[in-house]
């Protein structure tokens, strides 16, 4: 009968451990924990993976706290709410794909195409690792281009979506949410649009040499030019409105968006 009673009060201790577990799992719409893995891992855009593989925790409960989420309960949210937590949940699956397959390693065929240390050598990444979230699974390609492209319209998510590459925008250092959302987003693109290794003026040439990002979704933009001219200083934006000019491409950086301890790439 002891031995029984034991197992009773073991039973009765894990039950409870399991419901803190749960309670702790719940989504908050500041999404907390996404920002003290950001405060902890994010070094001005630049990703402490190595961080992030030696202590996990943080970041699985905060996907933990996305899966939580039911399809009823998303249904329930506001636009923002649903914009905000969709360029969370990309941006931190993205963070734990990379930890998971960290330190990255060179697979052939795509080690002649891309970088040694590039996301694109993790086999499947885009379209065959899953998380459920809010009620589906979902992929990367599945949130960027099934829900964010075509649910949303919103062509500022391309300044706010990190593929944990150099070329893709600067990891941001709070997370996204739907009382600031406008705010975050305008200040994404600015900083994307004026960073001269994303959008560079020879003014000599009238020429725009912009992120291969302004081509591959141009549909989503309307005119690249007319919505580039928003985001630039007013000199340089004085200037492309007097008369033509023409865009170039520059070369997307695949190389992986590492901290490497005072590394400042």
């Not at 943080?58 to 969709?86: H, I, M, T």
């Not at 040694?116 to 379209?127: D, E, H, L, R, T």
């Not at 990190?162 to 941001?172: D, E, F, M, N």
Request: with cysteine.
């Amino acid at each position: 009968m002891r031995f029984l009673g034991l197992l009773f009060w073991i039973w009765v201790l894990l039950v409870a451990a399991g419901r803190v577990s749960d309670a702790g799992a719940a989504l908050d719409h500041t999404h907390s924990l996404w920002g003290e893995v950001l405060s902890r891992y994010n070094h001005e855009g630049l990703v402490d993976y190595r961080g992030l593989r030696e202590n996990p925790e943080l970041l699985r409960r905060y996907l933990r706290s996305l899966a939580s989420v039911d399809s009823a309960e998303y249904a329930s949210w506001k636009r923002g709410k649903q914009l905000a937590f969709w360029i969370n949940a990309y941006n931190s699956q993205a963070l734990q794909i990379v930890a998971d397959h960290y330190p990255i390693r060179p697979r052939f065929p795509k080690s002649w195409a891309y970088p040694k240390n590039s996301i694109q050598q993790i086999p499947g990444v885009w379209k065959e690792i899953y998380f459920d979230m809010a009620g589906r699974r979902v992929a990367l390609d599945d949130i960027e281009h099934e829900i964010l492209r075509k649910g949303f319209r919103e062509p500022r998510i391309h300044f706010a979506l990190v593929c944990a590459s150099l070329g893709c925008p600067k990891l941001q250092p709070k997370p996204f949410e739907a009382s600031r959302l406008e705010q975050q987003l305008e200040q994404a693109a600015r900083e994307f649009i004026q960073d001269p290794k994303k959008a560079h003026w020879e003014s000599r040439r009238r020429i725009l040499r912009l992120s291969p990002i302004f081509s591959w979704f141009g549909e989503d933009f309307g005119n690249p030019q007319h919505f580039i001219l928003r985001y630039l200083p007013e000199e340089p934006q004085r200037r492309l409105s007097r008369g033509a000019w023409k865009i170039e491409w520059l070369e997307y950086d695949w190389s992986l968006n590492e901290w490497r301890g005072g590394d400042s790439r």
